[in-house]
Nanobody
Framework: QVQVVESGGGLVQAGGSLRLSCVAS????????MAWYRQAPGKQRELVAS???????NYVGAVKGRFTFSTINTKNTVYLQMNGLKPEDTAVYYC???????????????WGQGTQVTVSS
């Protein structure tokens, strides 16, 4: 079983910074992709940033230049450094891991429980 856990959310004023952490643990063959999604009230969940096992990163246009996604480290942990936060960044942020099973080699998607980020104006 694979567990994905996020942390680091909180309340911050506009222009402030937060660092989110995500840890994938359990038994798996490999992690192909880890990504951050967010879901604001009344809106659909959207991709914020992703990183592959080959260290290829991608960011949604709204966060480019403000957010930085780390590569996957040896502890299967990634970080999302969020600078210059805006009220529109307010959302529940979810970590997602695309993991290849050791037993079946099938790729499964695992989600964390989410961490709340609230940016006040």
């Amino acid at each position: 079983q694979v567990q994905v856990v996020e942390s680091g959310g909180g309340l911050v004023q506009a222009g402030g910074s937060l660092r989110l952490s995500c840890v994938a643990s359990g038994t798996f063959f490999s992690i192909n992709v880890m990504a951050w999604y967010r879901q604001a009230p009344g809106k659909q969940r959207e991709l914020v940033a992703s990183v592959t096992s080959a260290d290829s990163t991608n960011y949604v246009g709204a966060v480019k230049g403000r957010f930085t996604f780390s590569t996957i480290n040896t502890k299967n942990t990634v970080y999302l450094q969020m600078n210059g936060l805006k009220p529109e960044d307010t959302a529940v942020y979810y970590c997602n891991a695309m993991v290849r099973s050791t037993a079946t080699r099938t790729v499964y998607s695992y989600w964390g429980q989410g961490t709340q980020v609230t940016v006040s104006s």
